[in-house]
């Protein structure tokens, strides 16, 4: 092992373990042995989603629950969970099995996006809610202050039914208008019509769900662009 | 509206609002109106499964995290939170939109069930974690005290498999025998052969899968069978 030693972590977390065989346990992956972070990664998942639903609940508090839960889950997700832990640095930190050793384990985004929750867990154990709170916004500082514009979040269908809905527009009409492509990877090809604007925009993808979400989303602009008043 | 006054379920919960109007909030039906009790129950799911998490994660110091995950799964539910709703008698203190009230919303469990949560949401808003927590245990007290055995969570497959490995036998063989009806209704019958022990178990479902499943807990108690010393 050419482990970095914990304290380093520690420090860049701005927090001392009481108990430092919770730390190590939380930075061991599930190839190493049975006393693994798992169970750890488990309860720092339910603490992260809580604390991270109280944080939008206060900054929405005009947002409804769906939006809110879609907000959420552009937070708390592997990808963003795999940034936090590049910012550590946290692939130095974490004991693997020889064999997830020898393919680069460490510096896999899902072992070490698990990581994260890990040590969550594991500072909650060792101290309590508030302290663990503290940690959570500290490593969630820069994605709360940078949380992506709500509309963005939905997919194409969803924006274009309510930007259709909130002019008073007819809904879009989807068709499949053709499929070509062997059995087990067929392309559907999709129309997305909305008659009363004179809009037809046509989308293709691996699914008929995927064609309609491309077939939308040029829809959405073309829907936009008329809506836009000439300058 | 028939409703009973709060302050009486005040008193089962053993809870006082300081701020009368995060109760009445948390006891409003989407259905009468934007003033409801949707964020809250986004909020209080999410402390309600952490809470539970935490629980387990203390009282299994030795179970693993995908039974962790299945325990909280068979307590975090909607059945169980109708229950606990129930108790309650929740059904007296929820105000519905008309139409909702006309249609005996009141008596709907999922509706009963959302506000065991939003209430737990409400209870956080106004108080502090600690006093939440307490609350929620006290929800909990009677289904914590009994919680199921964690084998029977499992899928009958997994537990066919799991009882195999245990005693080192080759795994089970599944294959369709048999698939009968209309194209949009058709019933499966699935094989699940254990040859080593000379079983041969068969299920029927209405998918594949679920044929599996059937025909493993029929080859599970064969097995039982054969594994169990004759007294």
Redesign the interface.
Same mark, same amino acid.
């Given at each position: 092992m050419n482990n970095r030693p914990l304290s380093q972590l520690a420090q860049q977390l701005g927090y001392t373990f009481n108990d430092a065989s919770l730390f190590e346990e939380a930075l061991t992956h599930r190839s190493a042995g049975s006393n693994n972070n798992?169970?750890l990664?488990?309860?720092g998942d =339910?603490?992260l989603?809580?604390i991270i639903?109280?944080e939008l609940?206060k900054m929405y508090p005009d947002?409804?629950?769906g939006d809110? =839960?879609r907000l959420r889950a552009s937070l708390v997700n592997g990808d963003s969970l795999a940034e936090i832990s590049a910012g550590l640095q946290l692939g130095d930190f974490i004991t693997l099995g020889a064999g997830e050793k020898r393919s680069g384990g460490h510096r896999r985004k899902s072992i070490q996006a698990d990581c994260v929750e890990s040590i969550i867990g594991a500072v909650?154990c060792d101290s309590d809610?508030?302290t663990c709170r503290r940690l959570v916004l500290k490593l969630y500082q820069d994605k709360l202050n940078n949380i992506p514009d709500i509309s963005t979040l939905k997919d194409p269908k969803t924006r274009l039914q309510e930007l259709l809905q909130s002019r008073q527009r007819a809904l879009p009409v989807y068709e499949v208008v053709a499929i070509t492509g062997q059995a087990h990877s067929q392309t559907f090809e999709v129309s997305c019509t909305i008659e009363q604007l004179g809009i037809v925009a046509t989308g293709k993808g691996g699914s008929r769900r995927k064609a309609e979400q491309v077939a939308a989303q040029v829809a959405f602009t073309k829907v936009e662009q008329q809506f836009q008043p000439v300058k």
């Open positions: 798992e169970r990664e488990f309860l =339910s603490i989603n809580f639903a109280h609940f947002v409804d629950e809110l =839960s909650y809610f508030e």
